[in-house]
């Protein structure tokens, strides 16, 4: 594992390992939020009704924004970062693997996620729905195989 004096004395973290740590806790949140979103949040979406289904999904829109989107644009600067400033023993293949996941997590959300919800706002559609939930399954994928790959980058960082 990296480390460097610090100013008091004491070893602190290298900063690509404090990059990485931050990219692990962005992740895992990221994931733990999708696999609830999949499995409870849009799931319910159908119960919902279609008289107060309008607001409903205004307010999802709203709402969720501030929750995912701070993350994921901390846990994509982390993945570029780390490209510059990679811990010792993580393989850079790994990183590479990494920002592929994030541009497949992207691109579904943008290409698929969001048209869907776009739909959504204008009123409750139960064909949009069901794409919205099954085309999830890809962001829900990639989100849990990063979660593997960096916490194997975090194992390789600390030598295991």
Known sequence: MEWIDSPGGFPAPSLGL???????????????????VQVVHYPLFGAVGPAGFRTYADAHVRRTGWVV??????????????????PAGVPGVALVA???????????????QVPRHTRLRRGFHADAHR???????????????????????LAAAMGG
């Open 98 to 112: 990494g920002l592929g996941l994030l541009g497949v997590i992207w691109a579904s959300t943008l290409g698929l």
């Open 18 to 36: 404090v990059v990485l740590l931050a990219q692990l806790a962005t992740t895992l949140y990221l994931t733990g939020i999708v696999w609830f």
């Open 69 to 86: 989107g701070p993350p994921m644009l901390a846990e994509l600067g982390c993945a570029v970062l780390l490209l510059w400033l990679r």
């Open 131 to 153: 794409q919205l939930v099954r085309t999830n399954w890809i962001r829900t994928a990639a989100w849990t195989a990063r979660s593997l790959l960096v916490l194997a980058m």
